[in-house]
């Protein structure tokens, strides 16, 4: 089933475009032990959800380790294909890097972050023994 989807994911990709992917952080330095921060990210095309996460990272008291609380929504219709999980990340470069082991489709995937060095754009490689992803993001909008 989940190779299914991650072939469905791939032809429409494909035939339409590379879908719009929306991603919010908001830190939260004062809670929890050693600061919180949620983050939601939205995967659409045709303004259409194909893709919903919403996280909370909670960072560990070492200030490079972080335990990764997940919910997610695969496709367009809610509460039908979701699913809840935790996994681990280990921030690198003073945060301008990270790498998270984070389990999608039911496989393992090594997931390596690198921020640029303008911070305007962030490039992605996640890797599991059956697939190889890249993702390439560029800063639309700072908060304000």
């Known amino acids: 089933m989940n190779k299914l989807l991650a072939t469905a994911m791939h032809t429409v990709e494909r035939l ?9 952080i908001a830190a939260k330095p ?3 032990e050693f600061g919180v921060a949620d ?25 490079t380790g972080v335990t990764v ?34 389990p999608l489709l039911g496989t393992p995937w090594t997931a390596d ?8 754009s962030l490039f992605a490689e996640l890797l599991c023994d059956w697939g190889r992803v890249t993702e390439e993001t560029r800063l639309i909008s700072a908060p304000a």
């Open 16 to 24: 339409t475009g590379a879908p719009r992917q929306e991603s919010t």
């Open 30 to 32: 004062n809670e929890g």
């Open 39 to 63: 983050n939601v990210v939205r995967i659409s095309k045709f303004g259409m959800t194909l893709y919903l996460l919403e996280e909370e990272y909670v960072l560990h008291s070492d200030g």
């Open 69 to 102: 609380n997940g919910n997610e929504r695969l496709g367009p219709v809610p509460r039908l294909l979701t699913r809840t999980f935790t996994y681990s990340a280990e921030i690198r470069d003073e945060g301008m890097a990270a790498t998270y082991l984070m």
């Open 113 to 120: 972050y690198q921020v640029a060095a303008d911070r305007q």
